[in-house]
């Protein structure tokens, strides 16, 4: 995700919208957070990490690039950095309380499945996993902060990946898309229970233009899909 530059290294903002956890409680109250033992999935600089230690929460912020956690650790923070592969978790069963994820991850693997299976093993019993990504319906407008970005330019359903390569044709950046509907049942295949889906709206302050991101969008069409899961032990 490209940054606004009201981001900050140290706030958990959710999407480019710029509704943050403070407003959105997706994790519960703040001051519920002290102790809880959160992971956070595709930390990129981790800033939500760092927003969570603030608030006496234990976080620990894993990111499969060890350049952005070379980032996160120059911001610094007192908490653990880890460099795995969401999808192949090293942490023991039940070990967390809590997970979150700010565009970060699960928009880029093939097997979203995985992830979110993994993330259920290692969560308690009934525990949270919140996560945003772009907007599926976003996928069928051209990335263009302008009005050109406001005509549907290709299928909602067309699953093919967005690659780009360098000049040997090598992948260098892989983007999946999943609609709505496939992500609901990727949470539910994943032993997960969808308590809500949160589509921020674009608030007035936010006069921000960068990438496909803008006023004039925001306003019209959905940006953002927040997905807030629990741990589903019901058998
Ligand atoms: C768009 S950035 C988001 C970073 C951060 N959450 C934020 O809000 O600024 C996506 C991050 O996901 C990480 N990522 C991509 N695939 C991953 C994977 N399979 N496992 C763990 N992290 C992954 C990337 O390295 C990148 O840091």
Known sequence: MEHGTFLGDDRFVWGPEGLDEVEAELLGPPEELKDRRVLEIGAGAAQCSRWLAAQGARPVALDISHRQLQHALRIGGS????????????????????????????????????????????LRPGGRFVFSVTHPIRWAFPDEPGPEGLTVAASYFDRTPYVEQDEQGRAVYVEHHRTIGDRVRDIAASGFRLVDLVEPEWPAWNTAEWGGWSPLRGNLIPGTAIFVCERDDRG
């Open 79 to 122: 908490f653990p950095l880890v460099c795995a592969d969401a999808g192949a978790l090293p942490f023991a069963d039940a070990s967390f309380d809590l997970a979150c994820s700010a565009y970060g991850a699960l928009p880029f693997v093939a097997d979203p499945v995985r992830v979110l299976t993994e993330l259920r093993r290692v």
